[in-house]
């Protein structure tokens, strides 16, 4: 267990919050139908990608730091161990956040319907859902899942093609900054090219999933508000959405290395 370190804990930790901050996302939506205001849930969503999207940027030089400290004897085979302990933190941090989905659907339908309250003040409405009182009255509404919550839930109403595209884009976006920092290590001679190329495969897997994915689930969800679907189908969509992302996050075990030399080989292009 050396390549467990203090740093590499700490890093697991980051990512870990991370993917349970967009997994539970998913959740914003089904809020926003319930309560019939989709544009304010829309904010919302925003807000937690965004969040999401600075953190994973923010633990990348700490993530790459990992690189620099590893032993020189087998520094391949060491940061590979570590990189895969981070895969399986986001894999951890997706279930957390399936998990928590139900309480925080609960949870976001208040913040939305404040957000309303407060004509769309988001320093605002993070004054209010930070104060004490709405905190422990928050408590209440933290309940284990339960089996019931997957009643009516039928696996011919999935989409396959959605459920798959998801996974893989997700699989893609969990490797993208551990595959191009690991290629540094394959190619040393173009490290500092492999290192950038994380950013291009982010932004890559983002508008992949921008303009595969959440048009899908928005238009669902504008069905719902406007009585012309079931939020039952919302349901069902969201729960696919989040079992493709486990998935994807297992997947990125497989992708991990094989991504590493495709962008090694990719670089002797560029330089």
Do not use: C
Not at 140 to 147: A, D, I, M
Request: charged share 15%.
């Amino acid at each position: 267990m050396e390549f467990l370190t203090e740093k590499l804990i700490y890093i697991a930790l980051f990512i870990f919050i991370i993917h349970s901050i967009e997994t539970l996302a998913y959740a914003v939506r089904l809020s926003g139908a319930r309560v019939k205001m989709i544009a304010s849930a829309l904010s919302l969503f925003n807000i937690m990608v965004m969040v999401s999207r600075l953190a994973n940027m923010m633990q990348q030089p700490f993530t790459g730091s990992l690189i620099d400290t590893a032993p020189s004897n087998n520094a391949q085979e060491f940061v590979e161990t570590q990189f895969r302990f981070l895969i399986g933190a986001s894999t951890f941090g997706t279930i957390l956040g399936m998990f928590l989905l139900p309480s925080f659907i609960a949870l976001f339908s208040r913040a939305i319907i404040h957000l309303s309250q407060e004509k769309g003040s988001v320093p605002s409405l993070f004054k209010r859902i930070f104060s004490f009182q709405y905190i422990k009255r928050g408590i209440t509404h933290f309940n284990l899942p339960k089996f019931s919550y997957l009643k009516d839930t039928k696996i011919k109403d999935i989409p396959i093609r959605l459920f798959l595209v998801n996974m893989i884009i997700t699989a893609i976006y969990t490797i993208g900054v551990l595959s191009a920092l690991y290629a540094a290590l394959l190619a040393p001679e173009r490290a500092s090219t492999a290192i950038m190329a994380s950013g291009l495969i982010n932004g890559i897997a983002t508008i992949l999933l921008v303009i595969f994915v959440d048009p899908k689930v928005s238009v669902i969800a504008d069905d719902v508000v406007n009585q012309r679907g079931s939020y039952q189908t919302l349901k069902n969509i969201s729960l696919m959405m989040i079992t493709s992302r486990l998935l994807g996050t297992l997947l990125a075990q497989l992708f991990f290395i094989p991504g590493a030399k495709y962008i090694a080989w990719f670089t002797q292009f560029i330089v």
